[in-house]
């Protein structure tokens, strides 16, 4: 009978429609990346979802975040892709958590995840959830930077040690070394990047010195790999195999 997830199913299979029904992933930032990240989630079958975002949606969004129109600024984007997830997949069990992840924040929310996406924008953070994950024994894949950039066909899957180019994957790797974290998969991109209008009534607006530029097509495209990794290892042995195709 078709369903929701029926063209899904047709390549997945149907013991990997099952796995992501009953998994558990948690998705730390819902920006530019995070967000499709989430999406794509929900719209391939992931049971259960952990949305982790303190912020809310603003003007500043509407160029390049699926949970941004003008009807959700002000918004917790937590709440915002809570809706969006139950408009698409009604039965989705998504717990929201308004939070800014922190060294010392409690993680015992954590404790029965399947997977966890790292789309946080901020060092500190990025590390302590590293850390926890490995503790915990928890399949983790962080997105390093996409700002700056304009080609998406750039973005690349590799542990952190074998990355290059990027400015962020140069500051994890000495900092993931000094924690004694030895393999950390990411989604990275080799592009430089690219010259930056310097307009000083634009940084006054963001307050914030040295604010990215982004752009529609770049950060979803992380996200949509981000999410892709974590289906794939998720149903990794589970998929229909080469053989199995030939004589369906």
Not at 166 to 174: E, F, K, S
Not at 181 to 202: A, D, G, Q, T
Not at 209 to 227: K, N
Request: with cysteine.
């Amino acid at each position: 009978m078709r369903n929701e997830f029926s063209r899904s199913q047709i390549l997945l299979g149907t013991r990997s429609m099952e796995r992501l029904r009953n998994s558990r992933v948690a998705v730390f930032g819902l920006g530019g990346v995070g967000s499709f990240a989430a999406e794509a989630l929900v719209r391939t079958g992931v049971g259960h979802l952990l949305l982790i975002d303190n912020d809310t949606v603003s003007l500043t969004n509407l160029n390049r975040q699926i949970l941004a129109d003008h009807s959700t600024i002000g918004k917790q984007k937590v709440d915002v892709m809570r809706e969006r997830a139950q408009r698409i997949h009604p039965a989705v069990d998504v717990q929201t958590f308004p939070l800014f992840y922190l060294p010392d924040t409690p993680s015992d929310f954590l404790n029965d995840c399947d997977y966890i996406i790292d789309a946080i924008d901020t060092v500190s953070a990025k590390l302590a959830l590293v850390q926890v994950a490995q503790e915990k024994g928890i399949p983790i894949i962080s997105s390093m930077g996409t700002g700056n950039k304009l080609d998406p066909t750039r973005f690349e899957v590799a542990d952190i040690y074998q990355t290059s180019v990027c400015p962020l994957c140069r500051v994890m790797r000495r900092e993931l070394k000094k924690r004694g974290i030895s393999s950390l998969k990411v989604v990275y991109s080799k592009e430089e990047p690219v010259p930056r209008e310097e307009n000083p009534e634009l940084q006054d607006a963001f307050q914030r010195r040295q604010t990215p530029g982004s752009v529609a097509f770049v950060p979803p495209v992380a996200g949509f790999i981000l999410a892709g990794e974590v289906i794939k290892d998720l149903t990794d042995g589970l998929r229909p195999s080469p053989e199995w195709a030939s004589h369906s």
